[in-house]
């Protein structure tokens, strides 16, 4: 079946410091591939997306390429914030008769201190 | 703007109540998707929705019931509340069968007691 595997957290950073979350897969055919965020008390939101592969997803600074060869979609920020404190879910869609259901991974806890 | 709205943040509840949580989007999307969240384990699903009155078990269906009477609302139901269904439950939806953004709510967090 798919499946989604995220770095282990949580991850603390300095303001300004370098990211990468990495992320692989397992999925049969070509799925799309997503990112997701989640601030503190709130839902989830989508933070970029790819769809097929070498795309190029990017967003608020933030960006994930597609690479079937590996199969990972790892996500990074040049420099990042305070604000970017959250959970990061790495995700995918298979496509067919799925229904649009997506499998996510176990989250990513990040905290950044100023 | 995109919405979903879930009936409630916060719930206690006593074990072998009858629980219902309730969704609302506004999107006219056709999918709609209930999950919970669990520290270390991601989101798991527990069903979803095509259509109207169509439902499909995830990943995680057992003591969980769904309906789905109008296409805007999806509710959850535990038959008789437990002590491991505690939990964030967060709902989704999206439009098309194709794999696509899910819009979420806000979560609804239950304390099963």
């Known amino acids: 079946g798919n499946s989604v595997t995220q770095m282990e957290g949580p991850v603390t950073l300095s303001e300004e410091a370098f990211l990468t979350i990495n992320c692989t897969y397992t999925?049969?055919?070509?799925?799309?591939l997503f990112w997701y965020v989640q601030y503190p008390g709130e839902g989830l939101q989508l933070l970029l997306k790819?769809?097929?592969?070498?795309d190029k997803g990017s967003n608020k600074g933030f960006e994930a390429t597609y690479r079937k060869e590996t199969t990972s979609f790892h996500l990074e920020k040049g420099s990042v914030q305070v604000s970017d404190s959250a959970v990061y879910f790495c995700?995918?869609?298979?496509?067919?008769?799925?229904?649009?259901?997506?499998?996510f991974g176990q989250g990513t806890i990040l905290t950044v201190h100023p | 703007d995109v919405k979903v709205t879930q009936s409630s943040r916060y719930l206690v509840k006593r074990t072998g109540e009858k629980v219902f949580l309730e969704c609302v989007q506004d999107?006219?999307?056709?999918?709609m998707f209930w999950y919970r969240q669990d520290p270390g384990l991601g989101l798991r699903l527990i069903y979803f929705?095509?259509?109207?009155?169509?439902?499909e078990k995830g990943d995680i269906p057992e003591g969980y019931s769904v309906s789905r009477e109008k296409k805007e609302r999806f509710s959850l139901i535990l038959e008789s509340a437990s002590t491991n269904q505690t939990s964030m439950y967060l709902c989704?939806?999206?439009?098309?069968?194709?794999?696509?953004?899910?819009?979420f709510g806000p979560g609804t967090r239950l304390t099963v007691l």
């Open positions: 989704a939806s999206s439009l098309t069968v194709s794999p696509d953004t899910q819009y």
């Open positions: 999925a049969t055919g070509y799925p799309s």
């Open positions: 790819a769809t097929k592969a070498d």
């Open positions: 995700a995918l869609g298979a496509g067919g008769t799925s229904y649009g259901k997506l499998t």
């Open positions: 999107m006219d999307h056709e999918n």
């Open positions: 929705s095509y259509d109207v009155k169509m439902k």
